[in-house]
């Protein structure tokens, strides 16, 4: 296992981190599922993972605990909890929330101290997600910046006592997360990035130069690029992916497929490639970017003909990030999924092309009340109305 400094903080760890949301039943028990799940965590914590992401909205923290409770070495595990304050309905942030999510995942997890609290706040409060000031505050939401002085007041509190080492932002938006780390609360970020979802990529820069922090999460999609579910032809008939809600999904990954091609060794490890490649190889000049990510296409389209691949041109898996970026900003569908768990809130907060070209509506489908009608829309020209 390899460890990597997190941002410019004492924290160090594994480069893979333990997802809990799925593993385990939401109610205790000696199913299957959770046999396995809890299995497959003691495993990793064997091979040196050393970083545990979990949330009480999961309903799978009591199998991770079961598993922390009986670990010899659980002290040296740095989990990441995930806490929304404020959540659906609540109108202020409310320190005594916070502060409760915190303390009931220090009694869970069995752990002394929380390595990174990932903050969550739900609704339309994020940076630039209405395009007035006087829309944010008719949403019924608090803004952003009324919480930041309670927040930083509840964080200084735990950290003084121990209890929390780092707080980082969950943003919806690029927006989002430069309007919190420009606080200088957040030492890190922690947001979605795949091979199907590239908004971070922009951010990066900015990262390096706070010396801040980033976690990856979701670096299958939700289990989509894995071979068991990359071809959804094959899929059984109760898969989750069959939904219409991942229709979107399926055809920005066929888009994908016809610019990178067929991997040589596996679909899941080209994903986990792409999220496991150093950020700083994923940027430079804009010339050494387009080379690089053409490089790349040939290198995979190469090797799918049965051609060698030249020994100064190993597999770039640098540019993987930049050539589905491309991809994606070509079909104006950055933000892929609209109607997942969470997805709506992600879509109508992202700074569409939609909005800055004029047109009103969000570009999610037509079930959604604020679409236009799509009916008369070509086929890969969505957000070009």
Same mark, same amino acid.
């Given at each position: 296992?390899?460890?990597?400094?997190?941002?410019?903080?004492?924290?160090?760890?594994?480069?893979?981190?333990?997802?809990?949301?799925?593993?385990?039943?939401?109610?205790?028990?000696?199913?299957?599922?959770?046999?396995?799940?809890?299995?497959?965590?003691?495993?990793?914590?064997?091979?040196?993972?050393?970083?545990?992401?979990?949330?009480?909205?999961?309903?799978?923290?009591?199998?991770?605990?079961?598993?922390?409770?009986?670990?010899?070495?659980?002290?040296?595990?740095?989990?990441?909890?995930?806490?929304?304050?404020?959540?659906?309905?609540?109108?202020?942030?409310?320190?005594?929330?916070?502060?409760?999510?915190?303390?009931?995942?220090?009694?869970?997890?069995?752990?002394?101290?929380?390595?990174?609290?990932?903050?969550?706040?739900?609704?339309?409060?994020?940076?630039?997600?209405?395009?007035?000031?006087?829309?944010?505050?008719?949403?019924?939401?608090?803004?952003?910046?009324?919480?930041?002085?309670?927040?930083?007041?509840?964080?200084?509190?735990?950290?003084?006592?121990?209890?929390?080492?780092?707080?980082?932002?969950?943003?919806?938006?690029?927006?989002?997360?430069?309007?919190?780390?420009?606080?200088?609360?957040?030492?890190?970020?922690?947001?979605?990035?795949?091979?199907?979802?590239?908004?971070?990529?922009?951010?990066?820069?900015?990262?390096?130069?706070?010396?801040?922090?980033?976690?990856?999460?979701?670096?299958?999609?939700?289990?989509?690029?894995?071979?068991?579910?990359?071809?959804?032809?094959?899929?059984?008939?109760?898969?989750?992916?069959?939904?219409?809600?991942?229709?979107?999904?399926?055809?920005?990954?066929?888009?994908?497929?016809?610019?990178?091609?067929?991997?040589?060794?596996?679909?899941?490890?080209?994903?986990?490639?792409?999220?496991?490649?150093?950020?700083?190889?994923?940027?430079?000049?804009?010339?050494?970017?387009?080379?690089?990510?053409? !490089? %790349?296409?040939? &290198?995979? *389209?190469? $090797?799918? /003909?049965?051609?060698?691949? @030249?020994? #100064? =041109?190993?597999?770039?898996?640098?540019?993987?990030?930049?050539?589905?970026?491309?991809?994606?900003?070509?079909?104006?569908?950055?933000?892929?999924?609209?109607?997942?768990?969470?997805?709506?809130?992600?879509?109508?907060?992202?700074?569409?092309?939609?909005?800055? !070209? %004029?047109?009103? &509506?969000? *570009?999610? $489908?037509? /079930?959604?009340?604020?679409? @236009?009608? #799509? =009916?008369?829309?070509?086929?890969?020209?969505?957000?070009?109305?």
């Amino acid at each position: 296992m390899k460890y990597r400094q997190f941002g410019s903080t004492d924290l160090r760890v594994s480069e893979v981190c333990f997802g809990t949301m799925r593993f385990a039943a939401k109610e205790p028990g000696r199913d299957e599922k959770s046999l396995n799940g809890m299995h497959a965590l003691e495993e990793a914590l064997e091979r040196g993972v050393n970083c545990v992401h979990s949330s009480y909205e999961y309903g799978t923290r009591w199998a991770t605990g079961e598993v922390m409770a009986r670990y010899p070495k659980r002290d040296e595990v740095h989990h990441v909890i995930k806490v929304n304050v404020p959540d659906w309905g609540e109108e202020r942030f409310d320190k005594a929330a916070f502060r409760a999510q915190v303390e009931d995942a220090l009694r869970d997890l069995h752990a002394e101290r929380i390595a990174v609290v990932q903050h969550l706040q739900r609704g339309s409060a994020g940076p630039r997600a209405w395009p007035t000031r006087r829309r944010a505050s008719r949403s019924g939401w608090p803004t952003f910046p009324s919480i930041v002085e309670p927040l930083g007041e509840v964080v200084e509190e735990l950290t003084s006592e121990g209890k929390i080492g780092h707080l980082a932002t969950f943003p919806y938006t690029v927006g989002y997360a430069r309007a919190a780390l420009e606080t200088g609360l957040f030492e890190g970020v922690v947001a979605y990035f795949d091979l199907l979802e590239t908004e971070m990529l922009d951010l990066f820069p900015e990262l390096r130069r706070r010396g801040a922090g980033f976690i990856g999460i979701r670096p299958l999609m939700g289990g989509l690029l894995t071979d068991k579910r990359i071809d959804r032809a094959a899929l059984p008939a109760g898969d989750r992916m069959n939904g219409p809600e991942w229709d979107r999904a399926y055809d920005q990954l066929e888009e994908a497929k016809r610019v990178l091609g067929e991997p040589d060794t596996s679909w899941t490890e080209l994903a986990l490639r792409f999220s496991l490649t150093p950020r700083r190889r994923q940027h430079g000049g804009e010339h050494q970017r387009r080379r690089a990510a053409r !490089a %790349g296409a040939r &290198g995979v *389209r190469r $090797r799918v /003909r049965g051609r060698p691949e @030249p020994e #100064r =041109a190993p597999p770039d898996h640098a540019a993987l990030p930049r050539g589905v970026r491309r991809q994606s900003e070509r079909l104006r569908t950055p933000d892929l999924l609209t109607h997942t768990v969470g997805g709506a809130v992600r879509h109508h907060l992202d700074e569409s092309p939609v909005r800055s !070209a %004029g047109r009103s &509506g969000c *570009r999610c $489908r037509p /079930r959604c009340a604020r679409s @236009p009608a #799509r =009916a008369s829309t070509p086929r890969g020209t969505a957000g070009r109305w």
